[in-house]
């Protein structure tokens, strides 16, 4: 019955059917996962003759006439005269000329709205109506608590209650016939109601309070069949042969060792943890998936690197994914250097950097970087033991179908662009093992942040030239956001160009100022970064492209032009871009005046932890905008919040208990959920 296609509907028009598959509903389940976002409480049934002005009341009794009032406008009003037998109203609808068809056959009607007092007399203008056949037949849209429906392309609320009613009737005839998955002891250990209950309750309350109770029972199944899933993924892998094991034997548990000492830094504590983990992952013979999370500027690259050196000890190739052509160019340059005096081949493989791997010399590297293509090149690798995928919020189920494709079943280490909320890994990355670095390298200072009105705007440009001349620092400066695409429309060029003219004529003529954005041509971008890197600018100004992972430790002043049109994450890894050596460094929060006491900013010049901004951002924002949950398939999170850490943590012991008890192939309304799940997060993913 769950899974009846919802053509099956009966008195039900094709394009009404048309619209709820574009509404992502297809079947009678997922009807009834289609829930109101608010209601109408319409359950006082009064006599006619009682009603009184300012009260929401339904009211039932016999159409005595129907006319409709032309005026002088295009508005047509509609007007009823319902009589019981204690007395009558007037009705009043606009623009409804279909209405007195409806109406006129009908024996009684039922309507419910809120009581007007016009001159003497009073009206209603019925928010909702229905016609009877019975003065007490059952009624869907009236005498009751109505639920409100989200109505999308063209689908009125009326219609998908209408639908809605008809898929429970259908689904509740038979009571032997449950739709429940989960085992009443776990419902029991964790105070929650039937789903058949809270599906009926979400959809018919009878008292509003139980709503709430069918709203928790509903919001805990989107987490645990997250969690679930991820589980289940997790178990699956954990059971596959890796193409690639890696054997540490105490010879190179040394080499390993002595490349960590010859580093020009002490390993944090954290790294060293994260390092750790990870070499112990790489001997086992089923692949690592990990998720290294650390905030910009912990550290990250150095631990894939002592990784990468690991795999190559055992003569495994590595690749190493970055998003963006500049990231991947920084990343060779960083781990070349890491390496440099060791017998080890670094390549770097980007859109113009193609020449250097081709089919036949693809197996003579030991370490390619790249962009993400990398994944879907057609090289014929020699012996892929790790992968790396860097600033990536998410790589998984896809990227490794992806390579085994290719019969590829190598260690993969997944890292973060931002540290995520725990609540948000728990449910949406439990697949994968987290390794956190919580630390910064020592010596790092706190950036000092400062929100920048236009009124501050001179004395701060005066004060970055004199930082330029006495500290002989470098300076970013990133242009407005124009729009929100993900790529640089030429609008932003323009400004960006603009805005680097005027700084270069205007503010600091006596300074080397260079320009950086998403449309020069690959090699222009090298030579601008390798530029800047030489110390050969003062400033860079940039659309906002170098926002991730670039590493210029004597940059230590990160200005930002309309501040108040990014995102905080996106903020965060600007300024992420300084404070990467042992000066003092700065960002500068340029805006309007309308936004100088923003909360959100204000809110990010005192807060340096990507994690609190993080969990900031999941509360003013919500998982799906931040973590591209919605592309992701990893939405649907109708109900359940994840910033409600209490309800995100009993949903992750239930799937333990779960798991320990019972078995997901034993239960078939989980299965099919479970299931679509899945299908639904390779194919957007
Ligand atoms: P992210 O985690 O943001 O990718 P990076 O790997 O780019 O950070 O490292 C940031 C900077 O810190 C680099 O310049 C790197 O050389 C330096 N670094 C990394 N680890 C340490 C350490 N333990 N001590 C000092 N500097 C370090
Ligand atoms: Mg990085």
Redesign the pocket.
């Known amino acids: 019955m769950l899974s009846t296609s919802i053509d099956k509907l009966p008195k039900t028009a094709s394009r009404t059917t048309q619209r709820l598959h574009a509404m992502g509903v297809h079947t009678y389940e997922d009807v009834l996962h289609y829930y109101p976002f608010r209601y109408n409480d319409f359950s006082v049934v009064s006599p006619i003759g009682q009603v009184q002005p300012g009260e929401t009341v339904t009211i039932r009794g016999t159409l005595e006439s129907i006319k409709v009032v032309p005026t002088r406008s295009r508005i047509t009003i509609q007007k009823a005269t319902l009589r019981d037998d204690t007395g009558k109203i007037e009705l009043i609808w606009y623009n409804q000329p279909y209405l007195a068809k409806i109406l006129e056959s009908a024996n009684c009607i039922s309507a419910s709205g809120t009581i007007e007092s016009f001159g003497k007399s009073v009206i209603m203008k019925p928010v909702e109506y229905e016609p009877l056949e019975f003065i007490d037949s059952k009624t869907k849209h009236t005498g009751r608590i109505v639920p409100v429906y989200p109505s999308v392309y063209g689908l009125s609320s009326k219609t998908i209650r209408d639908k809605v009613c008809h898929v429970l009737d259908a689904v509740f005839e038979n009571p032997e016939d449950s739709i429940e998955f989960i085992p009443d002891d776990i419902l029991k250990e964790y105070g929650l109601i039937s789903l058949d209950r809270a599906i009926q309750t979400i959809h018919q309350p009878t008292k509003m309070a139980d709503v709430e109770i069918a709203r928790k029972r509903l919001g805990f199944d989107e987490l645990f069949v997250r969690i679930l899933s991820s589980k289940l993924i997790k178990q699956r892998w954990s059971k596959e042969q890796t193409t690639a094991p890696i054997n540490l034997t105490d010879a190179r548990k040394k080499e390993i060792q002595s490349f960590i000492s010859r580093l020009?830094?002490?390993?944090?504590n954290a790294?060293q943890k994260a390092t750790d983990e990870i070499l112990i992952d790489l001997q086992k013979s089923n692949p690592m998936n990990r998720f290294l999370q650390?905030?910009?500027?912990?550290?990250?690259?150095?631990v894939a690197a002592i990784a990468a050196y690991a795999a190559y000890l055992n003569k495994k190739q590595t690749l190493i994914m970055a998003p963006t052509e500049i990231l991947a160019l920084q990343h060779f340059a960083?781990i070349s250097s890491l390496m440099k005096k060791l017998d080890l081949k670094v390549a770097l493989q980007t859109g113009s950097h193609k020449d250097i791997v081709s089919k036949k010399t693809a197996a003579d590297f030991d370490i390619i970087i790249g962009t993400h293509a990398l994944i879907s090149a057609k090289y014929d690798f020699r012996d892929v033991g790790l992968v790396v995928i860097?600033e990536q919020h998410r790589f998984g189920v896809k990227q490794r179908a992806l390579l085994k494709e290719k019969g590829l079943n190598p260690h993969l280490l997944t890292?973060t662009a931002t540290p995520i909320p725990r609540t948000v890994s728990l449910t949406l990355y439990s697949e994968l093992d987290l390794s956190l670095?919580d630390e910064l390298?020592?010596?790092r200072k706190r950036i000092k942040t400062y929100v920048t009105p236009p009124a501050k705007r001179t004395a701060g440009y005066q004060w970055i030239a004199k930082q330029i001349e006495e500290e002989k620092i470098q300076v970013y400066i990133i242009c407005p956001l124009i729009e929100t695409s993900e790529h640089e429309s030429m609008t932003s060029i323009k400004a960006a160009k603009e805005e680097y003219e005027h700084l270069k004529k205007d503010v600091f003529p006596k300074l080397n100022v260079a320009l950086l954005h998403g449309k020069l041509k690959a090699k222009e971008k090298e030579e601008v970064m390798n530029q800047f890197n030489a110390g050969k600018y003062h400033i860079l100004v940039s659309t906002s492209v170098v926002e991730v992972?670039v590493?210029v430790?004597n940059a230590t002043i990160m200005l930002i032009e309309g501040a108040e049109r990014f995102g905080l994450a996106q903020l965060h890894q600007l300024r992420?871009r300084v404070g990467?050596?042992e000066k003092q460094s700065y960002c500068l929060l340029f805006t309007t005046q309308q936004y100088r006491n923003s909360s959100r900013l204000t809110f990010f010049a005192k807060t340096t932890s990507g994690l609190e901004l993080s969990e900031y951002d999941l509360k003013l924002r919500g998982p799906g905008e931040i973590y591209g949950t919605d592309q992701h398939g990893y939405s649907d999170l109708k109900i359940a919040d994840l910033t409600d850490s209490k309800l995100v943590f009993q949903a992750k012991k239930a799937v333990d208990s779960y798991l320990k008890k019972y078995s997901v192939e034993k239960t078939p309304n989980l299965k099919r959920i479970i299931d679509s799940y899945q299908l639904n997060l390779i194919d957007k993913n």
């Open positions: 020009p830094f002490t390993l944090t790294q650390g905030d910009v500027g912990s550290g990250k690259t150095v960083t860097d890292m670095i390298p020592k010596g992972g590493d430790p992420g990467r050596a």
